[in-house]
């Protein structure tokens, strides 16, 4: 059974940092690629960023480049979001998710946390 547990979310002021972290149990090999999502209210789920645990790659929205870094440690088989430099606009719940490749589509990821809210306000 597949399970992903997303940590770390909370309140920030404008120009803080957060780090997220995903811990993943139960897949196999198969299931590569884990990505952070985000949906705000009113809005479609969006990819924020991705990565492989096999090579590392990763990916990233332009909207969080520069701002968002993410990581992995396959020992502990989690996978860290560390946010610089929040604004108000990256306010959403935030989700992992995992599935066979790494893309920054929702429909690509099979297996969902149960999400993190973060709050980007003064």
């Known amino acids: 059974q597949v399970q992903l547990v997303e940590s770390g979310g909370g309140l920030v002021q404008p120009g803080g940092s957060l780090r997220l972290s995903c811990a993943a149990s139960?897949?196999?090999?198969?299931?590569?690629?884990i990505g952070w999502f985000r949906q705000a209210p009113g809005k479609e789920r969006e990819g924020v960023s991705c990565?492989?645990?096999?090579?590392?790659?990763?990916y990233y929205a332009d909207s969080v480049k520069g701002r968002f870094t993410i990581s992995r440690d396959n020992a502990k088989n989690t996978v860290y979001l560390q946010m610089n430099n929040l604004k108000p606009e990256d306010t959403a719940v935030y989700y992992c998710?995992?599935?066979?490749?790494?893309?920054?589509?929702?429909?690509?990821?099979?297996?969902w946390g149960q999400g993190t809210q973060v709050t980007v306000s003064s």
């Open positions: 998710a995992t599935g066979t490749q790494v893309g920054m589509h929702p429909l690509s990821y099979d297996y």
């Open positions: 990565i492989s645990f096999s090579d590392g790659s990763t």
């Open positions: 139960g897949f196999t090999l198969d299931y590569d690629a």
